[in-house]
């Protein structure tokens, strides 16, 4: 219910509140009406779509580190690699440039020249006069000019003609066949002789042209085969052989786990002996044939053990050559 004041009441003044809202602009085509949604705030920048802002986060950032990572790694083996295979071609090549050809003979020194090889046909024509003279001679002094070595020779070839007389057995047929055989410095021919022997007549090239290989024409050792196996010396003497694998084990060489047997056999088919080898020496693998049976020419240092209760079984000591024919000095 009012009451009308009167003269004594002091009446509470009036407050109008003061209107503090900002007053709305006038809506014009300038300004339209916004719409009354507040939108939330975005954080700086995600108004560009650009991948460049997109914010990352702690473990993303260390899932591309690890990628980054591998991927330098990686790049760096593959580098190596491809450096690795450069150098090795670059290898190759320089190994294939300076290693000669295996059918082409090396390159001779600057200011050397190269000896051109032989033909066939030119050592036919220079052999074939010295074997007709060599097998026609009836006298040491007729053959020692065409022999190797003769100044080590002459004392071999005279022993072994008493009185310097040779029987000749002369020349019907020399490379027969087409059957020269080369091995480095020497060269042999196959030869039949006047009563139809087929022989092996061998040259040797020296500073003086082709001479023939005294020795092995005439099967010589350093001791007569007769006063080898009746005077058993323990010390080695060279002898040319055949030598055929068998199996005979006695006396002092009764074990076949410690020796191999051979047969060793002269030149001139008169006498053989048992040589053994002591298995898996290195001069066993020198002297085993390529194949069980076969028959093999050497040349060997043999002699009889100490107390030898056999005239037949010596012991092989030394390896000196295959074949006949020492290539260099003559034993």
């Not at 009167?6 to 509470?12: C, H, I, V, Y």
């Not at 591998?70 to 190759?92: E, N, P, Q, R």
């Not at 088919?269 to 044939?289: C, D, F, K, M, T």
Request: proline share 9%; net charge neutral.
């Amino acid at each position: 219910m009012l009451r009308i004041p009167t003269s004594t009441d002091n009446p509470q003044p009036l407050v109008v509140p003061v209107n503090r809202e900002v007053p709305k602009e006038p809506v014009t085509a300038e300004n339209p009406v916004k719409s009354g949604k507040r939108r939330r705030k975005k954080p700086d920048g995600t108004g560009d779509q650009s991948w460049e802002h997109t914010p990352t986060s702690s473990r993303g950032r260390r899932g591309e580190q690890r990628r980054m990572r591998m991927m330098l790694i990686c790049g760096s083996l593959l580098f190596l690699v491809i450096v690795a295979g450069v150098m090795v071609s670059l290898l190759g090549q320089k190994a294939r440039v300076v290693a000669p050809p295996l059918d082409k003979p090396p390159a001779a020194p600057a200011g050397e020249t190269v000896k051109a090889l032989p033909t066939d046909a030119e050592l036919v024509s220079e052999a074939e006069p010295l074997a007709r003279k060599f097998l026609h001679a009836t006298t040491v002094e007729g053959i020692l000019p065409l022999v190797r070595n003769p100044e080590v020779a002459e004392s071999r070839i005279r022993r072994f003609y008493p009185g310097g007389k040779i029987d000749a057995p002369g020349l019907s047929g020399f490379n027969s066949g087409a059957g020269l055989v080369t091995r480095g410095s020497l060269h042999s021919f196959p030869v039949q002789t006047r009563d139809h022997r087929e022989m092996v007549l061998a040259f040797v090239e020296t500073p003086q042209g082709l001479r023939i290989d005294w020795e092995s024409w005439v099967g010589w050792s350093d001791m007569p085969w007769e006063e080898f196996i009746s005077t058993k010396p323990v010390t080695s003497h060279v002898f040319r052989v055949v030598l055929t694998p068998v199996e005979y084990y006695n006396f002092g060489f009764s074990d076949d786990l410690k020796w191999q047997s051979y047969r060793l056999e002269s030149p001139d088919n008169e006498h053989a002996v048992y040589g053994y080898v002591e298995r898996n020496s290195p001069l066993y693998v020198q002297i085993r044939p390529d194949a069980d049976g076969l028959k093999v020419s050497l040349t060997l240092a043999l002699k009889f053990p100490p107390d030898a209760k056999s005239g037949n079984q010596v012991e092989i000591e030394r390896f000196v050559c295959n074949g006949w024919v020492e290539e260099g000095a003559t034993p």
